[in-house]
Structures are given as C-alpha cells and as structure tokens.
C-alpha cells in the first residue's frame, strides 16, 4: 500500500510565499517521477511542475509559474517538495502531489489528498 501525505497549504497574502510537502510512504521499489498539479474552482486540473530526481533529474514548469515555483525532491526521505515564492491570486487552488511509483504487482500513478492554497489580493 503506497500513501502520499501532502501538507504545508494555507491562506498568503499575494507576494508572499509557501512551501509545500508531499512524503510517499508503504512498500514501493522506486519512484520514478513527482510531481504537482492544481485545481482551481470550476478548471480542469492541470500541471504545476514535475521532476525525475535522481533518475535524470529533468524537471518541467508551467509556464504560469516558471520563476516563480521551484520543485525539488529528497531521494532519502521520498519527498518532493514545491517552494513557491511571488504568490498571485490565480495560484489559489487545491494543490495535489503525484508520484509514479513501481512496486511489486504494478507501476502507476498515485495521487494525494489535495492541500488548499489560498492567495488573498
């Protein structure tokens, strides 16, 4: 059972920052790729930044965001991380953690629970 336990949303005022969390944890092989993604009221999900760590380590930004946000993962600890710095209104949104995970029966995607980001103006 693999689970994604995501924390550090909250309420900022625009221009302020946060940093987000997202620790994968059960029984796994690897970790391929995490990532973020958020959904704002009545939009589609969409992607916020992904990375392949230590595999690689490429990593992809949205362009709303590039300079801005800033992934990073820490291998030892199956973290990733968003630091997301010069918040705008239009980043409020639930903000979800996604890992693509190989463990013994399969490789797939896992998802977190969502963490609400709320940017005031």
């Known amino acids: 059972q693999v689970q994604l336990v995501e924390s550090g949303g909250g309420l900022v005022q625009a221009g302020g920052s946060l940093r987000l969390s997202c620790a994968a944890s059960g029984s796994f092989f690897w970790i391929n790729a995490m990532g973020w993604y958020r959904q704002a009221p009545g939009k589609q999900r969409e992607l916020v930044a992904t990375?392949?760590?230590?595999?690689?380590?490429?990593?992809n930004y949205a362009d709303s965001v590039k300079g801005r946000f800033t992934i990073s993962i820490d291998n030892a600890r199956n973290t990733v991380y968003l630091q997301m710095n010069s918040l705008k209104p239009e980043d409020t949104a639930v903000y979800y953690c996604s890992c693509n995970i190989q463990t013994l029966s399969n490789l797939r995607d896992y998802w977190g629970q969502g963490t609400q980001v709320t940017v005031s103006s």
């Open positions: 990375s392949s760590g230590g595999r690689g380590g490429s990593t």
